[in-house]
């Protein structure tokens, strides 16, 4: 039974450039919640998503970033004209209902050149 | 202003010597969960605490959260260095959309 899954683990992107990151949930799983772990800081809470309906996003930055959960395929966290400031960790959870446990992907690694 | 306060922030003992982690907040929390995380990978679920008062064992580790569910408490017995690695403590409020929110952990090491 697989887990969640991240891709890519890690992203290099220049300045202005757009980043991707892909996050597939556990098999059974319909609710998706991103974070970002900064270095030397706790995870932040980003976005909650639903199977094409987005929850919670009171975490996401007003500008550059959006969130998605298409009703096939993985959700994905799009960062239009990354910055420096943008370089973190990004991790994606899933639960299978509201509330149940989160289980967490191995992260992808954003570096902003 | 950070919600969850983690201390110590970083801890280096002995193997075989016995440690505890503390987890504290001014805010009440329906459900508390400890995670470790190792680098480059994502934290992995250890327990979820949901009672006052309640105390949950897994092998070497007991888990306690504070009565009036602000605090927890990790305590390690016999540390071994297969325990070393980056300990959080989430917590989820009520009417919180199911986020989680992080303290910014603790780091272990436990030396052979």
């Known amino acids: 039974n697989a887990g969640v899954m991240q891709n890519p683990r890690h992203l290099v992107r220049r300045r202005g450039q757009e980043a991707r990151l892909r996050c597939s949930p556990m098999?059974?799983?319909?609710?998706v919640y991103w974070y970002r772990q900064l270095p030397e800081e706790g995870l932040k809470f980003m976005v909650y998503l639903q199977k094409e309906n987005i929850i919670d996003e009171s975490g996401m930055p007003k500008e550059r970033f959006s969130a998605e959960f298409p009703k096939e395929g993985p959700s994905i966290l799009r960062i239009q004209q990354v910055v420096r400031g943008d370089s973190a960790a990004y991790f994606c959870?899933?639960?299978?209902?509201?509330?149940?446990?989160?289980?967490f992907g191995p992260g992808t690694r954003l570096t902003v050149l | 202003t950070q919600l969850l306060e983690q201390s110590p922030q970083f801890l280096s003992i002995q193997e075989g010597e016995n440690l505890t982690v503390y987890c504290n907040s001014s805010?009440?929390?329906?459900?508390l969960q400890w995670y470790r995380q190792e680098p480059g990978e994502g934290p992995v679920l250890l327990v979820t605490?949901?009672?006052?008062?309640e105390v949950k064992k897994l092998k070497r580790l007991t888990f306690q959260f504070g009565d009036a569910r602000k605090d927890s408490s990790l305590h390690i017995t016999a540390a071994q260095p297969g325990d070393t690695g980056l300990y959080l403590c989430?917590?989820?409020?009520?009417?919180?959309?199911?986020?989680?929110?992080f303290g910014k952990g603790t780091l272990l090491t436990v030396n052979p």
């Open positions: 605490v949901v009672t006052g008062g």
């Open positions: 959870a899933s639960s299978r209902t509201a509330g149940d446990t989160q289980y």
């Open positions: 805010s009440v929390f329906s459900s």
């Open positions: 098999k059974g799983h319909s609710h």
């Open positions: 989430a917590g989820e409020k009520a009417g919180s959309n199911y986020k989680l929110t």
